[in-house]
């Protein structure tokens, strides 16, 4: 019921703001895009497929250059790829898009959408100017371009902490134009080695070659970490890391 009245609600808001729900069609000439494409055999053509759509794009540039400026459909589309947290083969999308607007004017759009179905829906009202993030800010906080911002772990980029030390990791990094980031842990001292182990194996196939742990036991200098490379670093750099990291 929950996904009926959202539906609707979606419908209703962006007719409201002049778009039209316009229906594309489901079998196609094969256009290769992103993801391989599911394949239907012709039987009047023997010989020939069809392809399902990985999307609408093609069609709703069609629709935006012979005059309809403003486009939804809820649809649904297939790849035919391996399954991921996520990917699925099939998948129902709200597809919109708009003509001479710049990016400013369809986030506002999708934003206001959004909040307007959610308070039909649900009753709570919710703020329509979404927190805005660059694609430099996330892989700068975050590592990745879609992070889940519930959760903190941000990444602090402590090169120019480390840029004198005597570990020759760091250095390594930094002399060939890399960077050394750390995170914050709350509670990670109850780590076991073990664990922090299977960490390490866990990231080397993303290309890491190692982790360099740390667990804070006191405030300051040397003694405040109990870490394999703590004696590299020295008090006054081990103090600056504590203190950039609010630890």
């Known amino acids: 019921m929950m ?25 196609y000439k094969s256009t290769p895009e992103g993801a391989r494409e599911f394949l239907v055999p012709s039987r009047v053509h023997p010989g020939k497929f069809y392809a399902l759509p ?32 996520d990917r699925q083969p099939e ?3 709200i597809d919109c898009e708009l003509s001479f607007v710049g990016q400013t004017e369809v986030m506002e759009t999708i934003q206001s959408t959004v909040a307007e179905a959610v308070s039909k829906v649900k009753g709570i009202n919710i703020n329509s100017n979404f927190p805005v993030m660059s694609f430099d800010e996330a892989m700068d906080r975050y590592g990745c371009d ?13 090169g120019s902490l480390v840029e004198n030390c005597k570990f020759k990791v760091f250095k390594g990094a930094l002399g060939t134009g890399g960077i050394v980031n750390c995170i914050k842990v709350e509670g990670g001292a109850k780590f076991t080695r073990k664990e922090l182990d299977e960490m ?12 360099a742990w740390a667990k804070i036991l006191a405030s300051t200098g040397v003694a405040s970490w109990q870490s ?6 020295g008090d006054d750099i081990i103090d600056a890391i504590n203190k950039d990291n609010g630890a």
């Open 228 to 233: 394999p490379i703590a004696k590299f670093l």
């Open 200 to 211: 390490t194996d866990h990231i080397r196939p993303y290309g890491a070659k190692g982790l």
């Open 54 to 85: 990985q999307s609408p794009q093609l069609f709703k540039q069609v629709l935006m250059v012979s005059g309809f400026d403003r486009y939804y459909q809820i649809v649904k589309c297939f790849r035919d790829e391996d399954l991921r947290a």
């Open 3 to 27: 996904r009926i009245k959202f539906v609707k609600a979606m419908r209703s808001a962006l007719e409201d703001r002049g778009f039209l729900d316009i229906e594309t069609p489901l079998l």
């Open 146 to 158: 879609k992070p889940d911002t519930r959760f903190g772990l941000e990444l602090r980029n402590i």
């Open 91 to 93: 998948f129902t999308q």
